[in-house]
C-alpha cells in the first residue's frame, strides 16, 4: 500500500456534506476531464477533497501531479476586492476567497506538486489587466496590471504570508453555463465518444447518467484517507472508470471481429455456461474499447505483466487452451498482477485479452 501525500485531516467538510447544492461546480469538473480524456491524459478526479475540485494526473501516488479548483456560482463578477476580502468571525478575520483557496495548496507537504491553482467564477472576472482591450477566460499573473498585481500581493502577504504572487494561480470563466450545464456535458461527452470510436453508436445520456451518479456518491464521502490507493477507490472518478462506462454504452465496429474470436473461444475452448459467458464478455468488452486508441500507464502495466505470463506459459505442456489460460493465470499471480486487478475473473480477462491480442495486431 502507497501512502497518500494528500492524506491528513482536511480542512473542512462542509461541502461533501452540502454536495446538491453546488452541481454546477460538478459539471464543470466533469467539462475538464472530458478535456482530459480528448487528450489521452490519465486522471482521478477528486470532488471535495481539500477544495472543490482536485485533479491528479496519474493513478499512482508517488508521481501524482495536482491541479486545485475553486468553484464559484456567483452573480456578480469577482474584483479583486473581492476575492481578498476578509469577513469579521468570533475567533478574528475570516479567509478570504483567494486566501482559502491558496490555504489549501500553499505550505503544504504537496505543493511542489501542484502544476495549476484556478479560481473559476460563472460570472466571470473584473480584475485590472494590462491589455484592458483583451476579453479572456484564461487570466494568469502576467496579464494582471502591475497595480492589480501588486494589491494582491500586499493582501496574500498579510493573510497568508505569502511575498509573491503564485505563478501557477489562474483566473478562470468556464464554458459552460448555469442554464444548460445538463444539456452541455451530455453534448461533449457523445462528442468525445465520436472521436474516440468513429462509426459508432453511444448512449450519451447514459454515459452522463451513470458518471454523475458516481461522482454524488463520492462526493459525499467526508472520511480522510492515509493510503492513496483507498482515497482513488473510494473517493476518485478515474480515467479508468470514464473508459468503462463509455466501454458499457457503445456500439464499436471496431470490436465485431474481437468478438468473434472471443465467442469461438468462450464456445469452443473455455465451454463457459451462458451467465458465465454474459458477464465476462462485458468484461472483455470493456477492456478493448478502454484501450483503443490511448492505452494509459495503468493498463499498460496490466498488459505487460498479462503478457509475460503468456510467453513464460509452455504451450507444449498445456496443449488444452483452458490448461494453458489457467497456467498463465497462475505465471500472473507470481508476477503481482493482483496489485493491479485483485479479482481472478479480471485477470482470467486480462489474460485472455493479450492472448486474442495478438490475432488482431
Not at 227 to 251: F, G, P, Q, Y
Request: glycine fraction near 4%; charged fraction near 30%; aromatic fraction near 10%.
Amino acid at each position: 500500500m502507497e501512502k497518500n501525500i494528500l492524506g491528513h485531516a482536511q480542512r473542512e467538510t462542509s461541502g461533501a456534506a452540502t454536495f446538491g447544492k453546488y452541481d454546477f461546480q460538478y459539471h464543470w469538473a466533469l467539462c475538464k476531464i472530458i478535456e482530459k480524456h480528448r487528450n489521452n491524459s490519465d486522471y482521478a478526479l477528486l470532488i471535495e477533497y481539500h477544495e472543490d475540485v482536485v485533479i491528479a494526473d496519474s493513478l499512482y501516488g508517488s508521481s501524482a501531479k495536482f491541479e486545485f479548483f475553486q468553484v464559484k456560482n456567483t452573480g456578480n463578477p469577482y474584483t479583486s476586492d473581492a476575492l481578498t476580502k476578509r469577513e469579521s468571525g468570533a475567533s478574528g478575520p475570516k479567509s478570504s476567497i483567494l486566501g482559502k483557496l491558496l490555504g489549501s495548496c500553499i505550505g503544504t507537504k504537496y505543493e511542489t506538486r501542484i502544476t495549476e491553482i484556478g479560481l473559476v467564477s460563472s460570472s466571470g472576472f473584473s480584475l485590472d489587466q494590462k491589455d484592458k482591450k483583451l476579453k479572456l477566460d484564461l487570466i494568469s499573473s502576467g496579464d494582471l496590471s502591475e497595480g492589480c498585481l501588486s494589491g494582491f500581493q500586499v493582501k496574500l502577504k498579510s493573510e497568508l504570508g505569502i511575498e509573491l504572487f503564485p505563478e501557477n494561480l489562474k483566473f478562470i470563466v468556464p464554458k459552460i453555463k448555469l442554464e444548460n450545464q445538463r444539456e452541455f456535458v451530455i453534448a461533449r461527452f457523445a462528442e468525445l465518444v465520436a472521436e474516440i470510436f468513429p462509426n459508432s453508436h453511444c448512449s450519451a445520456v447514459n454515459i452522463y447518467r451513470a458518471i454523475i451518479d458516481e461522482i454524488h456518491r463520492k462526493g459525499q464521502s467526508t472520511y480522510d484517507f492515509t493510503v492513496w490507493e483507498r482515497m482513488v477507490e473510494e473517493k476518485s472518478l478515474t480515467s479508468h472508470k470514464v473508459k468503462d462506462v463509455i466501454a458499457v454504452n457503445t456500439i464499436s465496429p471496431k470490436f465485431e471481429e474481437f468478438q468473434k474470436d472471443f465467442d469461438y473461444l468462450a464456445k469452443n475452448d473455455m465451454r463457459w455456461n451462458t451467465l458465465t459467458y454474459r458477464r465476462l464478455s462485458k468484461k472483455i468488452k470493456q477492456i478493448f474499447l478502454r484501450r483503443v486508441g490511448h492505452i494509459s500507464a495503468f493498463d499498460m502495466n496490466i498488459i505487460r505483466i498479462s503478457e509475460q505470463a503468456l510467453s513464460c506459459t509452455s504451450e507444449e505442456k498445456h496443449p488444452d487452451t483452458s490448461d494453458y489460460i489457467e497456467a498463465a493465470i497462475t505465471k500472473a499471480k507470481e508476477l503481482k498482477i493482483e496489485t493491479q486487478v485483485p479479482d481472478h475473473e479480471d485477470i482470467l480477462c486480462e489474460i485472455i485479452y493479450c492472448l486474442l491480442k495478438v490475432i488482431h495486431e
